[in-house]
């Protein structure tokens, strides 16, 4: 018998080298199928959680406030948005529906609570003045907004006093007033009182001196107020600041 022919050297280098480029386009391809593979199920998971009921709007938590009611601004939102899947609920466009609904909030902020649930977190508006008034005291925030009546006004706010209701202009003007002012300056006004949007005159308490001051219209009213107080801290009593730049005192 013949023996057998050697192994041709060329032919095994050509296997080994065929296994290597195999294994090495593997090793390449590898990570990027199951990067897609990962990819695939985000998207098949989002895919069900964007239209699932499981996720539907099902509770609306509200907090924060005393002027907005609660149970109204959740029974609002669910009115709207209930039963629909919580990620296609958009936060920010909550937040503008509630404001434009509930005008005595300043602020309504929206967070997702857990699967089914919205938590919303209310801050009021900033009272400014409390206009005195048969049926109590009617709060106006520094933009005029119409903030309700209470039976007190709350410590330290300013109240307008008028033997009649003022007219809309009358209060418009006491309001732009009194929001142009800082709190501390604010607070230091106890009371004011205006016949017309043209005759504004007021009650100074500072805590040590006491002075009746007439502001005249609503114009400049930082630089009123810190002059009067600056007159009553130096005894004057009685004070027309209706042109600060020129002061007249009693």
Known sequence: MAPLPPPRTGDH???????VIRARRWQLWRPRLIGLGIVAVVITLAAVAWFSPVLALEKV???????????KVSDFVLDADGGTPLPQVRTGEVEDSVLEQFPKAAE???HYAGPRTLKIEITDRTPVLAV??????RLYDGQAVDLGVVDEAPKDLTVLGSDDD?????????????GSLRPELREQLSTIEAEDKNSLQGRLDTGDHQA???FGDSSNPSLKVRTAVQLAS??????DVSVPSVPVTD
């Open 108 to 110: 309504a902020a929206v």
């Open 61 to 71: 938590n509200v907090s924060g406030g005393e002027l907005v009611d609660h149970d």
């Open 132 to 137: 005195e008034g048969a049926s109590g005291y």
């Open 13 to 19: 280098s050509t296997a080994d080298l065929t296994g």
């Open 212 to 214: 009746t001051v007439v």
């Open 234 to 239: 130096a005894g004057r009593t009685e004070i």
């Open 166 to 178: 003022p007219d809309r202009a009358t209060v418009a003007a006491v309001v732009r007033f009194m």
